[in-house]
Structures are given as C-alpha cells and as structure tokens.
C-alpha cells in the first residue's frame, strides 16, 4: 500500500471513492468541495495524501493546518487491511507528532492510522455512527407526535448568537470538551457565528425561551453531518428533540439524500431518540487526542 500527495489528476477517483464513502466521512468530503464541486485544498489548508492498489484508489488521508487527521480507508478492495507496520505510509505522517491535534473517523481507520503517529493520544472517545437515508425517513417522518404547548421551531439568523450562546455552551462542555478546563468561550461563540451563517440551525422557542437547539455540522455533497442537538436539562424528556430534529430532517433531505451523525456510546438517551426518527447504527466512530 503506497501513498502519493493528491493531484488535480486525481480527482475523478477521489471524488467517485469519496463518493462511496461519504456516509462516513463527511468531515473530510466538505473540505473539499467548492461550490458543489471537488477542489483540493491549497497547501496552507490541508494536504491530501491517496493510495491505488492495482484495484483503483484504497485510501484517503487529510491532515489540516488546525492540526486534524482523517482517515478514510476502503476494507471492501483488500481483506488484508489493516495493514502491517512494516508497509509504506505517507511521507509526511511521521513529522506531524508536533503539530497534530487529533484523529477522526471510523473506530478501525482511527486504530489503524495511530501505529503510525510518534505520539500516544491523551484522550481517545468511542462513539456510534448512525445514519439515515430519504427513503427510510419517508416512512417514519408522519408518525404523531406529542403536542407541546407554546413551542416554536425556526431556522435560526445571527441576531439569535447571543440567545444561542448558553446551549452551544453547554453542548461543547457536556459532550465535545474532554475536560471544561479547556473550554474555550470567544472560540466557541466564534464557531457558533461561523455554524449560522455555513450550515443548517434550528432553535426551539417555548413563549420566546431559547430551550433547544440543531444543525449541521459539516455538508457534503450527498450527506449532511449532524452536530450540535442540545436541550436544556429543564425541557428534556418532553419531545422537543424529536420535534426539532423532524424539522432539521425535513430540511436537509429537501436536498441530500443521506445525513450521518455520531454519538456516545453511553448517551442512551439521544441513542433512543436517534432510534425513534429510523437512525440506524452504521459502526463504531472515534476521536483521539493529542493535545488538549
């Protein structure tokens, strides 16, 4: 298995193995696509490193400028991945101990690419992938609901940052911080600006109280990553996430075909929920990081 730095020659195999994969991997295809189209990034974003068999394209590898690493590996052309320590990695993989932050994917791609990495990670957090197709929503989507009294479901605009904040807050420490000592407030209500204006965010009101949140966390070309669903603790258990994940659904499958999300393992709560919308468990994801 040898790799090469990815050239504008390659895109029709990146762009059609991606295809295949995006399901899982959507952190990696909205990075680069452009417009609806593929376009690898520039040098000071990311580099791209691809690996052909005599089968076609195996792998995929992006690390970014910010210090992350996607794997993306095709198990289905060769029954011998993973692959031994001894096989050919690409050049650059074992110089970025200093500068990586973390690695994000499926669980084996994850586990396979960190024998490579001079560095053991100081936190590692398992999760479920689930995922969703049109199709499957189609049939669950009209099931009936619980009414809730006062709630109002709408897409939420720049003037609602401030009114957002405290749940994007509170989701960052209780599901994304690995610890609240690294919370980082201006970073995250950067981000959060960022989240309105490039993705897709409902906001749940109930008689104008901000009580819950959901959207998009990466947008591919056929699938939508969802990130970011939080209720507050005093509203939960009430319906408002289905209620707002419907709305959020109904959205995004007005284009795309596909979303994926993930979730703790031990989060049984949204597990069920997730469940209840035809989520399917699709593998096992995992982060691990480096630097904290």
Request: glycine share 6%; charged share 25%; with cysteine.
């Amino acid at each position: 298995m040898s790799w090469k730095r990815a050239r504008g020659k390659d895109l029709p195999a990146l762009f059609s193995f991606l295809f295949k994969h995006e399901w899982r991997a959507v952190s990696f295809t909205s990075r680069l696509k452009r417009e609806n189209r593929l376009v690898l990034p520039g040098r000071l974003d990311a580099w791209v490193f691809l690996s052909y068999t005599h089968s076609g394209l195996q792998g995929a590898i992006m690390f970014t400028s910010r210090g992350l690493l996607l794997p993306v590996l095709d198990y289905n052309t060769n029954s011998s991945l993973p692959i031994s320590n001894t096989d050919p990695v690409p050049p650059n993989l074992k110089k970025i101990g200093f500068s990586l932050h973390s690695v994000m994917g499926l669980s084996r791609d994850v586990n396979w690419i960190e024998k490579y990495i001079p560095a053991e990670p100081e936190v590692s957090i398992n999760y479920h992938l689930m995922t969703l197709n049109r199709e499957r929503y189609s049939k669950v989507k009209n099931k009936p609901i619980h009414r809730i009294p006062g709630l109002e479901l709408r897409p939420a605009s720049l003037k609602d940052t401030e009114r957002l904040f405290s749940l994007q807050k509170n989701y960052e420490i209780e599901e994304v911080m690995v610890s609240e000592d690294h919370f980082d407030e201006r970073a995250c209500f950067i981000n959060l600006k960022h989240s309105i204006l490039h993705q897709v965010v409902i906001m749940a009101e109930i008689n104008g109280r901000t009580v819950a949140k959901a959207g998009t966390n990466a947008r591919g070309f056929h699938v939508d990553q969802i990130g970011g669903v939080y209720t507050i603790e005093s509203e939960r258990n009430r319906g408002i996430g289905f209620c707002i994940m419907r709305d959020l659904l109904d959205q995004l499958f007005l284009k795309k075909e596909k979303v994926s999300l993930f979730v703790k393992l031990e989060n049984l709560a949204a597990v069920s929920l997730y469940r209840s919308l035809g989520f399917n468990l699709s593998g096992r994801y995992r982060i691990s990081y480096y630097r904290i």
